[in-house]
C-alpha cells in the first residue's frame, strides 16, 4: 500500500514539473514586432524665425516752418485725410504785420531807386559835355546802384514774409490717416532749429510692412518673394501671411550682435494690425509641397543582427526565401547612398533609395521607391509569454530571504 503511494505521489511531481517545463519553453519563444510607415507625400520646409515690428509703408510727420500760435486744429487722432486737406491754423497776426513792414521797405526802395535813377541820367548828360567833375558822376552812378541793391533786399524780405505767412496753415502732404496729434489749440510752437512735428500721417494702413531683424547667421538663407507667416501678440490665434520684399545691407550692431533688416509686405485689409505692433515672422526659406517623402527614422534605422537573425529563423521557408541570411555590411562613412528596409508581408528587405532636401524630419524621395510601399521605422523582438512565466513560478519553491514575493 505504502509503495502504491509512493508511486501516485511520484507521477504527481512528474506532472508538475512537466508542465513547469512546458511553461518556460512555452516564455521563452518570441514575437516580432515592426513601425512601419507608407510612402505618401509630404512637405518640406525649412525655416528662420525672427521678431520685427509692423510699421506703416509710409508714414509722414507734419510740421511748421515757423513760429506761432495754434490758433485752430482742424483733425484729429484718426482722421482720415486727404491730399492739401487744412490740418491747423497758427495766428496769423505777427506774420502780417511782418508782412506789412517789409512792404513799405519795398516801397520806399523803390522811391530811392527812382530818385537815384534820375540824378543818375542827368549827371551823365552833363559829364559827356564835361560841365561836372568826374568825381560827381562817379557818387551818382554809386547811389544809383545801391539804391537798386536795396531795393532787391527789400523785395526778397518781402517775399519771404509772404511765403512765411502761408506757413501758417498746415496742410496734408499726402492721403491717409492722422496716427499722433503732437499739439493742442493755444500752444506755441517754436520754429528755431528744429522743425516741431505737429502731426504724424500714415498714408495706408491696409497695406503694413514688417522691420523684421535676421541674425547674421541666417542672413544668406533670405531671399526675395519668399512666403513668411506672422502673429501677434493682439491676435496668437490668428496667422497673418506676408513676402519679403526688401533685405537691407546695413548691419545694426547691438550688444555686439550683428542683426539685418529685413521688410516683409504685409496685406492688412481689415485694418487688425496696427503700427508698432510685436510680430513674430516665420520665414520659409526652402519649401517642397507634396513631394514623395521618406521619413529620416527610416533612414537611420539597420535591424539588429541577433534580433535579425532569430525573426529570420522564425519564418517558414516560403516566407523568408529572398532575404539576406545576413545583415549587410556596414557603408563606408562619407558614402553618399541612403538605404531603408521595405516591409513586404513577413519579408524585409533592404533597398537602396535617392534622398533630397530634407527638413530634418522628412527627406524628399528622388527614386527607389514607389507610392505606398510599406518601409521599416523599428523592429523589436518580445517575450509571448513574459506574464505566463511570471506565474508560473512554483508556489513550493523556497524564497530568498528578503526576496519580494
Known amino acids: 500500500m505504502k509503495k502504491k503511494y509512493l508511486y501516485s505521489g511520484s507521477a504527481i511531481l512528474l506532472l508538475a514539473i512537466g508542465f513547469y517545463a512546458f511553461t518556460l519553453f512555452r516564455s521563452s519563444e518570441q514575437t516580432f514586432s ?33 513760429s506761432g500760435v495754434i490758433t485752430k486744429l482742424y483733425v484729429d487722432f484718426n482722421s482720415q485725410v486727404k491730399k492739401g486737406q487744412l490740418l491747423a491754423q497758427l495766428d496769423e ?12 521797405s519795398v516801397d520806399q526802395a ?3 531807386v527812382k530818385y537815384q535813377k534820375a540824378t543818375y541820367e542827368r549827371y551823365q548828360t552833363l559829364i559827356v559835355k564835361k560841365l561836372i567833375a568826374q568825381s560827381d558822376f562817379d557818387l551818382a552812378e554809386y547811389n544809383y546802384k545801391n539804391a537798386s541793391a536795396s531795393l532787391k533786399n527789400a523785395q526778397s524780405v518781402y517775399d519771404k514774409n509772404k511765403i512765411n505767412l502761408a506757413y501758417a496753415r498746415i496742410y496734408s502732404p499726402i492721403d491717409g490717416v492722422i496716427l499722433n496729434r503732437a499739439v ?5 510752437v517754436a520754429a528755431s532749429f528744429n522743425t516741431p512735428t505737429l502731426f504724424t500721417i ?15 547667421a541666417d542672413i544668406g538663407q533670405i531671399m526675395m518673394n519668399q512666403r513668411v507667416k506672422f502673429t501677434v501678440d493682439a491676435f496668437p490665434d490668428l496667422k497673418f501671411n506676408g513676402t519679403v520684399s526688401e533685405i537691407r545691407k546695413q548691419p545694426v550692431v547691438t550688444n555686439n550682435v ?19 505692433m510685436t510680430a513674430s515672422t516665420v520665414i520659409y526659406v526652402n519649401e517642397k509641397i ?3 517623402v521618406v521619413p529620416g527614422k527610416a533612414l537611420r534605422f539597420t535591424p539588429d543582427a541577433v534580433v535579425y537573425s532569430d525573426y529570420l529563423k522564425s519564418l517558414p521557408m516560403e516566407s523568408a526565401h529572398g532575404m539576406p541570411k545576413e545583415l549587410p555590411g ?17 519579408a524585409i528587405q533592404r533597398s537602396e533609395v535617392k534622398i533630397g532636401e530634407n527638413d530634418g524630419i522628412n527627406y524628399e524621395l528622388l527614386s527607389g521607391l514607389n507610392q505606398g510601399d510599406e518601409i521599416v521605422l523599428s523592429m523589436s523582438a518580445v517575450k509571448a509569454n513574459a506574464e505566463v512565466k511570471k506565474a508560473a513560478k512554483s508556489p513550493f519553491m523556497p524564497q530568498r530571504p528578503g526576496q519580494k514575493k
Open 184 to 188: 493742442d489749440e493755444g500752444q506755441t
Open 290 to 292: 507634396e513631394i514623395p
Open 202 to 216: 500714415a498714408n495706408d494702413l491696409t497695406q503694413m510692412q514688417v522691420e523684421a531683424k535676421i541674425d547674421e
Open 93 to 104: 497776426t505777427p506774420l502780417i504785420a511782418q508782412l506789412d513792414q517789409s512792404k513799405s
Open 330 to 346: 556596414i557603408e563606408v562613412k562619407g558614402s553618399k547612398n541612403s538605404y531603408v528596409w521595405i516591409k513586404n508581408g513577413d
Open 258 to 276: 550683428v542683426t539685418y533688416t529685413v521688410i516683409i509686405q504685409a496685406p492688412n485689409p481689415d485694418t487688425k494690425l496696427m503700427p508698432g
Open 34 to 66: 515592426f513601425e512601419t510607415v507608407k510612402v505618401g507625400k509630404g512637405t518640406i520646409s525649412n525655416t528662420v524665425t525672427a521678431t520685427g515690428t509692423l510699421e506703416a509703408i509710409k508714414t509722414v510727420s507734419v510740421g511748421t516752418q515757423v
Open 110 to 112: 523803390e522811391a530811392q
